[in-house]
């Protein structure tokens, strides 16, 4: 299994707070994913990474902002956290070329209240 | 990328074989048909791929329909430990990126 860790793996914070989440990967991949996860909804993608500095959205973006300067670290930061935001966060890796698969972290707890 | 179509829920025996389908009308020649499984409060982990021909590996086997158009997740042999959510995704060839639907809930009866 890859490396991964999230940090912290709980969270509660009120509305309004800036939150940042952290992922550290130990495989050297190329690709780093943040991923929502709500009941009914399965894992959506927020942003992702393929390279140092080199980030795109996904398809629910809104309200968060993403940072990646090494190789191994992935920043989701919520500027103000929403109640809308409490959700379980998923860091995962991913490989490239035809055997491209991701790998996931255990997952971050937020609580917005 | 295209999407998939899976039963909500679907109920197993445990020791018996599990048929997990996937619709995957709109694939296209270089998709490729990734299954993922999530157990209860982890990640989702990696179960099987495949292209064109059936896959084996130490999980699971992949039965892909002559035109690709379903695909199969076999379980051989349920276990409790089998209980999660099975997702079936589908990737272009060149795609770096994994959309996951709300998957397929499996319960293993003892």
């Known amino acids: 299994d890859a490396g991964i860790t999230q940090s912290p793996r709980h969270k509660v914070t009120e509305t309004g707070t800036p939150v940042t989440l952290r992922c550290h990967q130990t495989e050297n991949h190329r690709y780093m994913y943040w991923y929502r996860q709500d009941p009914g909804h399965g894992l959506r993608l927020i942003h992702y990474s393929y390279g140092v500095k080199d980030t795109d959205k996904g398809e629910v973006s809104d309200g968060y902002s993403v940072s990646r300067s090494k190789t191994e670290d992935f920043l989701l930061t919520l500027e103000s956290a929403t109640s809308s935001q409490t959700s379980v966060y998923f860091c995962a890796t991913g490989t490239s070329g035809s055997a491209y698969e991701q790998y996931f972290g255990p997952g971050t707890r937020l609580t917005v209240t | ?110």
Request: glycine share 6%.
């Open chain 2, 1 to 110: 990328d295209a999407k998939t179509t899976q039963p909500n829920s679907m109920e197993s025996n445990e020791e018996e074989p599990v048929h997990l389908p996937c619709n995957h009308s709109t694939i296209s020649g270089t998709d490729y048909i990734h299954w993922y499984r999530q157990l209860p409060s982890q990640g989702p982990e990696y179960v099987i791929h495949g292209l064109t021909s059936n896959v084996n590996n130490r999980m699971a086997s992949l039965a892909i329909a002559e035109d690709r158009k379903s695909s199969t997740l076999i379980l051989h042999r349920a276990t409790l430990r089998d209980a999660a959510v099975y997702y079936c995704i589908l990737r272009t060839y060149t795609g770096n990126q994994f959309y996951f639907g709300t998957g397929t809930s499996l319960t293993v009866i003892p």
